[in-house]
Every structure is written in structure tokens, then in C-alpha cells.
Nanobody
Framework: QVQLVESGGGLVQAGGSLRLSCAAS????????MGWFRQAPGKEREFVAV????????YYADSVKGRFTISRDNAKNTVYLQMNSLKPEDTAVYYC???????????????WGQGTQVTVSS
């Protein structure tokens, strides 16, 4: 069992930055790939980024590539999402998720956090 808690969301102006954190419980964090997803009002949950269990590989949605960076610290059981050059269309609830396999498909993930709101004003 893995419990995930996101933090770091908030209100920021367009062009600004935020860093989201996702703290995981349990001693098996390092065996899970970790993903970030987001869901805007009235839209489906969409993939943002994923990092493999070792941190050796990362993948991004085209919409955030070059602006967002996913990283992890297995010693701290934490995964991060550094978001730069934020745009109003990045406004959403951001969720972290854990799975044995690094995938962009939300339905594959076994564990989810409660989400953190990110609002980007124009």
C-alpha cells in the first residue's frame, strides 16, 4: 500500500513558477514509477509527466515539454514537478500517482494522491 500527499499548489501569474511535491508513505517507494496528471474543470484527467523508479528516465506530455521537470528523491520518498513559464491553460488540479510501470495511461496507476490546485492567472 502506498499513500500519496501532494503539496505546493497555489495561485501564480502567467510566466511564473511553482514546484509541486508528492510525499509517499511506505518502504517500497523506490520500486514505483511516479506520474503526474492534471484535470481541469470539465475536462478529462490528462498525463503530464512520469519518472521511472530509479529516476533514470522521464517522459513528458508535449504541452509541458521544455517547461516542466519531474524528479524524485528516493531517500525522501518524494517526487517533484518543477513548473516554469506557466500559462493559464496549465490551470488544473494536479495529481501524483504510483505504478510499477512507467506509463502515461491513468487507468494503469494503482495509487493516487488527493490532488493540489494550481491556478495561473493571465
Amino acid at each position: 500500500q502506498v499513500q500519496l500527499v501532494e503539496s505546493g499548489g497555489g495561485l501564480v501569474q502567467a510566466g511564473g513558477s511553482l514546484r509541486l511535491s508528492c510525499a509517499a508513505s511506505g518502504r517500497t517507494f523506490s520500486s514505483y514509477a511516479m506520474g503526474w496528471f492534471r484535470q481541469a474543470p470539465g475536462k478529462e484527467r490528462e498525463f503530464v509527466a512520469v519518472i521511472t523508479s530509479s529516476g533514470g528516465s522521464t517522459y513528458y506530455a508535449d504541452s509541458v515539454k521544455g517547461r516542466f521537470t519531474i524528479s524524485r528523491d528516493n531517500a525522501k520518498n518524494t517526487v517533484y514537478l518543477q513548473m516554469n513559464s506557466l500559462k493559464p491553460e496549465d490551470t488544473a488540479v494536479y495529481y501524483c500517482a504510483a505504478d510499477r510501470v512507467a506509463t502515461m495511461w491513468a487507468l494503469e496507476y494503482d495509487y493516487w494522491g488527493q490532488g493540489t490546485q494550481v491556478t495561473v492567472s493571465s
